[in-house]
């Protein structure tokens, strides 16, 4: 009884919040530990999208290790990759265990407000969010699988 009195309270806080805070958690507080490192990563990369310096920072201070490459920076910790171009634009966060439902979940679970949620041209779940990031969730690899059961892709692009 006590949580049906709550959830209407939280969803009216959570709804009154503004509109640049929409991830509601601290990556830095979730990249260290591996139960919520995926959490984490989606975040950095939210981040990282638009500031790739600053989410470089982040995953850094994290202990993921750094490889570069000619306008890139990729990152790994245990089954978790992130992969993000050194200027605004583009970040990718894959993991080889956890599948798109995993993903999306985890996901959603981070925005204080839900995201448009589409499909992209090849029929993948896309959630668009308003500070006009788009993250677009695959399954892993370069070929566009748009569900799996084991391993996903969380693309995360600004419009063009």
């Known amino acids: 009884m006590m949580q049906r009195a709550l959830f209407p309270a939280l969803a009216l806080f959570a709804a009154s919040l503004p509109a640049g805070a929409e991830m509601a958690f601290n990556p830095a507080d979730l990249l260290s530990t591996r139960d919520t490192a995926l959490a984490g990563a989606m975040l950095a990369c939210d981040l990282g999208v638009r500031d790739p310096d600053a989410a470089d920072a982040l995953l850094t201070g994290a202990g993921w290790t750094k490889a570069e490459d000619e306008g890139s920076w990729g990152y790994a910790s245990e089954n978790l990759t992130v992969m993000m171009w050194t200027v ?34 090849d029929g993948c779940t896309t ?8 993250a677009t969730l695959n399954g892993p690899g370069n070929d ?15 419009p063009n």
């Open 88 to 121: 605004p634009g583009f970040c990718m966060v894959e993991d080889a265990e956890a599948g798109t439902t995993a993903f999306s979940d985890t996901l959603l679970g981070l925005a204080n407000i839900p995201p448009d949620i589409g499909t992209d041209a």
């Open 144 to 158: 566009p699988l748009c569900t799996s059961d084991t391993g996903a892709a969380l693309r995360f692009s600004l």
């Open 127 to 134: 959630y668009t969010y308003d500070n006009g990031v788009i």
